[in-house]
Every structure is written in structure tokens, then in C-alpha cells.
């Protein structure tokens, strides 16, 4: 059974920066990606980033420049460095790892961990 444990999170003022970690116990052997989610109170997660064992990244449109996903294969960890944070970035932030298909499109997996609290206020 994988499990994926978030770390990092916290209050920070807006504008500043924040940097997230997911660690994995292991690979699903079904994977080839891992990803950065959030969810606020009220709303569905929405995904921001993917990163592919490969190396290969895609975000969403509303973090693309202000967001930065890496990973540490050898510790198969995945990382979401945060900039200028804005007090709309307050939510939970979770990590998942799942597919990245040909199209592109990141599919998610029943593998999540139980996220960490970002809050952005001054």
C-alpha cells in the first residue's frame, strides 16, 4: 500500500514563498507521475501540477507562474515550490500519484495523503 505524506505548509504573508514536500513509500507499479492538488472549504480539488518520472511537467493555467513542481526520484519524493503567494492560495494542498496519459492529461489515483494546511494572510 503506498503512502504519501505532505509536509510544509503554514501561515505565510502574501507575497511570500513556500515551499511543499510529498514523500512516497513506495511506487504503484500502475504510476508514471506524480501531482500537486488543493482544496478549499466548499470546493472540489483542483489540480495544479504533474510531474512524470521522466521529468516532464504541466501546470494549470492559474499557478503556471508563480508555482514550480520537482521531484527526487531517488527518494521518491515530490516537491510544489509556491511564489508570491496570494491570499487565494490558502487551502489544503495534497499530492497524489497517478498517470500522466499521451494527451497529456494527468489521470489521479486512490493514492492521496491527508494534505497540508497553506494559509496566506497578513
Known amino acids: 500500500q503506498v503512502k504519501l505524506v505532505e509536509s510544509g505548509g503554514g501561515l505565510v504573508q502574501p507575497g511570500r514563498s513556500l515551499r511543499l514536500s510529498c514523500a512516497a513509500s513506495?511506487?504503484?507499479?500502475?504510476?508514471?507521475?506524480m501531482a500537486w492538488y488543493r482544496q478549499d472549504p466548499g470546493n472540489q480539488r483542483k489540480w495544479l501540477a504533474s510531474?512524470?518520472?521522466?521529468?516532464?511537467?504541466t501546470y494549470a493555467d492559474s499557478v503556471k507562474d508563480r508555482f514550480t513542481i520537482s521531484s527526487d526520484n531517488a527518494k521518491n519524493a515530490v516537491y510544489l515550490q509556491m511564489n508570491n503567494l496570494k491570499p487565494e492560495d490558502t487551502a489544503v494542498y495534497l499530492c497524489?500519484?497517478?498517470?500522466?496519459?499521451?494527451?497529456?492529461?494527468?489521470?489521479?489515483?486512490?493514492?492521496w495523503g491527508e494534505g497540508t494546511l497553506v494559509t496566506v494572510s497578513s
Open positions: 510531474i512524470t518520472y521522466a521529468g516532464s511537467t
Open positions: 497524489n500519484m497517478g498517470r500522466v496519459a499521451s494527451t497529456g492529461d494527468y489521470y489521479a489515483s486512490g493514492f
Open positions: 513506495a511506487r504503484s507499479f500502475t504510476s508514471n507521475a
